[in-house]
């Protein structure tokens, strides 16, 4: 695949999550919090295993070897970054998450720095500050006192973790898909298994019985949204993304999805428009470019020596 087409498929990944956000705004309402990451992936289940199968036959069982770096990431990144995400929201604002969740791009390409001896060109760095000011510019709605006033408290702190768990999880599946040799799609099949295995208890500790019953169709429409497309088609796309472009790229993509989201909220719940969301994109969507254009390739010098310096050396 060019990278083009890896471009392509994470703007529609961005599409995808965005469209979680939409639908988990409306199942949030009907299940609790580690609810909805156990159904989401216990649905998306069937889906990713049926893909694997067919596209792997011989191959979709991991050896024995492969079973410790799975369970990592199904654990640390999966079931950790969901755990401390729906967590921080009992103690901070909208705001505050939004704003600490958008330093992942940020967060990714220092730990890619520091963690893997990758370099970023001032181009890079760049793009990802003009991408994160668009952010921040979509979620203040250009009223600057509002990050005058933020206090941080420890629900940022669990939104910081999470942060930092969703980033060192892209990092370290990249690592493990080369040192392993595990498909994009056998690691994203078996993260989803081992999130939802560890999510049982944290469901039951939840009741259950205390909210199945006043459950909807569009509540759990809303959950199979998130199964099929934020996270059997996304979490694949994106796992994709990481081994043909890298994680610290991949992670750019990510601030795409407010974007998508202004989009989906105006026409799906009907949420006003102005032009400041307008230009928000654009330099969200200006910082993407910046941070993913292509490189350009250092000019080689020629090794031929002038005769005219050849005498004055001598």
């Known amino acids: 695949m060019s990278v083009n087409g890896v471009y392509g498929l994470m703007v529609l990944t961005a599409v995808f999550w965005s469209g979680a956000f939409i639908t988990g705004k409306l199942a949030v309402r009907e299940f609790p919090a580690f609810a909805l990451t156990f159904f989401r992936f216990l649905f998306a289940l069937p889906f990713i295993f049926a893909i694997l199968y067919q596209r792997q036959p011989e191959s979709w069982l991991p050896r024995k070897q492969d079973w410790k770096p799975l369970i990592l990431l199904g654990a640390g990144g999966t079931f950790l970054y969901h755990a401390l995400f729906f967590s921080c929201l009992q103690y901070t604002t909208a705001i505050n998450s939004s704003l600490i969740g958008s330093t992942n791009p940020m967060v990714t390409a220092v730990l890619a720095v520091f963690l893997l001896q990758e370099k970023m060109s001032l181009l ?31 629900g940022d702190l669990l939104m910081f ?21 595990l498909s994009p799609l056998m690691l994203t099949a ?26 909807t169709v569009g509540g759990w429409l809303s959950i ?32 795409l999805v407010p974007v998508f989201t202004i989009v989906q909220s105006v026409f799906i719940l009907g949420e006003p428009f102005d032009w400041l969301k307008l230009v928000s994109a654009l330099i969200i969507i200006s910082g993407v470019y910046l941070t993913t254009r292509p490189e350009p390739e250092p000019v080689q010098r020629s090794h031929q020596t002038k005769p005219d310096q050849t005498l004055g050396d001598s």
């Open 190 to 215: 078996y993260t989803f298994l081992i999130c939802t295995l560890i999510s049982i208890p944290f469901v039951l500790w939840e009741n259950p019985a205390s909210y199945l019953q006043q459950a």
């Open 224 to 255: 199979l949204y998130m199964a099929l497309f934020a996270s059997v088609l996304g979490y694949l796309f994106h796992f994709i993304a990481i081994q043909k472009i890298g994680a610290p790229k991949a992670a750019i993509f990510i601030n």
């Open 124 to 154: 890079r760095i760049l793009g990802t500050a003009l991408s994160l000011f668009g952010v921040i510019l979509t979620v203040t709605h250009g009223e600057w006192a509002v990050l005058a006033q933020l206090q941080f408290n420890f």
């Open 161 to 181: 973790a999470a942060v930092c768990s969703w980033a060192g999880y892209s990092l370290y599946s990249r690592r493990v898909m080369q040192q392993y040799r």
